[in-house]
């Protein structure tokens, strides 16, 4: 049996190479980026107006006031998407738009509240200083700059830059697909109206399904696998054949006469890397590798489940996204008193009370039963408590969020 610390380090040893793929930016909404991304044209693409207004030589304008305003001939209209086809020549203006192109032998831009339009001329009443209200060519960042750095996330704002540069595609990691099976033969579908005394509820293949798919994985399969050494066998083989990064068991990782995950992956190939862990829930953790895949075998219990999942396919799913995955953690103050009498890390579920000004409180979940799903369903997270480590009323603990 080895330490929590232990079964991640060596996961991490062994993760499967993640896979490359170039994909139009509108799908990669949510990706990260394989690559670091250099822009293709320069922002702005164009010397352009800041303002609506006249776009002017300062030379002739420089000394303009409401006292003595200048009055300069309007020759011409630069619209956003149609430009000036001429030359500001001396004391003439040009009416422009904001993003409009500055007209070549314009050099400012004179507001339209700062000037009195005359028809076919225009009083310049104010100007600040020469190059006002322009921007320039490139100022943002020109041609070939650094946008992004490999492993940046692509969101909502990441994809507007990307598309204003006329980047068309982007190499990004590709989504980790992974096959689902769960074992037990006293296992029915969720929705089934009547069931038998000795049968229960499916509950992990819908709970699985939805962490893979929260964490960024694509569910390939989702097989049910009797309590059979030879169902268990093909349904691995079957799912290796898939081709999947990640194999996700829930059940058979225990001691029991009916528990063959564990063999039934070594005769399918797999090398097991670890099998049980000093933590409660979910000691039974099994974790084998052949090629490029990776095979988790859950505990069956389904709160024992769903923290392997957290705390361990989770991490792997988000490196494979070419990320790291870390909790979102709320520092606390312990309501009432924890503690840790046994000699495995302990995950304790707890829930949060908000209070306004101030730290808020943590209380432990009252029912922690690996079987037991509320103790999931109602709690806001939880808390790691190290073997022999006691909780005092008042004392501040870190929370890891749901």
């Not at 066998?233 to 564990?262: M, Q, T």
């Amino acid at each position: 049996m080895i330490s929590v610390i232990e079964a991640q380090r060596i996961l991490h040893e062994n993760l499967p190479s993640p896979q490359p793929i170039t994909i139009p930016i509108k799908e990669a909404f949510g990706l990260y980026l394989y690559e670091d991304i250099k822009a293709p044209d320069s922002s702005p693409r164009y010397t352009n107006s800041a303002m609506d207004g006249y776009a002017v030589r300062w030379v002739d304008c420089a000394m303009a006031n409401a006292d003595a305003p200048v009055r300069l001939k309007i020759i011409g209209e630069s619209q956003a998407g149609v430009p000036f086809d001429g030359v500001v020549e001396t004391n003439c203006a040009v009416r422009i738009s904001t993003g409009a192109m500055l007209p070549d032998g314009a050099d400012t831009i004179i507001r339209v509240e700062d000037t009195e339009d005359l028809g076919n001329f225009v009083n310049i009443v104010e100007v600040i200083q020469q190059g006002q209200d322009v921007r320039h060519k490139g100022e943002e960042f020109a041609e070939g700059h650094l946008l992004f750095l490999k492993g940046d996330c692509i969101r909502a704002r990441e994809l507007a830059l990307m598309a204003a540069v006329g980047l068309h595609t982007v190499p990004v990691y590709a989504k980790p697909e992974v096959t689902l099976l769960v074992t037990g033969t006293e296992l029915v579908c969720h929705d089934e109206a009547t069931i038998k005394p000795h049968q229960i509820r499916d509950s992990n293949t819908i709970m699985l399904a939805s962490a893979i798919q929260e964490s960024g994985g694509v569910l390939r399969s989702t097989r049910h696998v009797q309590d059979s050494l030879e169902h268990t066998a093909e349904a691995i083989e079957n799912g290796f054949a898939d081709g999947v990064k990640l194999l996700v068991c829930s059940g058979g990782v225990s001691v029991g006469r009916h528990d063959h995950v564990r063999e039934a992956a070594v005769r399918a190939g797999f090398k097991e890397l670890f099998w049980q862990i000093r933590q409660k829930p979910g000691k039974p953790l099994y974790v084998g590798r052949k090629g490029e895949t990776l095979i988790f075998g859950l505990p069956g219990n389904p709160v024992s489940a769903y923290m392997c999942f957290r705390n361990f396919v989770r991490p792997v799913l988000a490196e494979l996204q070419g990320t790291t995955y870390f909790d979102t953690t709320l520092t606390s103050i312990v309501a009432e008193q924890m503690f840790n009498r046994g000699k495995r890390t302990l995950f304790i579920r707890v829930k949060i009370e908000n209070r306004p000004n101030q730290l808020a409180l943590v209380k432990e979940v009252s029912r922690q039963g690996s079987h037991m799903l509320s103790s999931i369903a109602h709690a806001d997270g939880y808390v790691v408590l190290q073997p022999g480590e006691v909780l005092q009323p008042g004392s501040l603990k870190e929370v890891s969020l749901f």
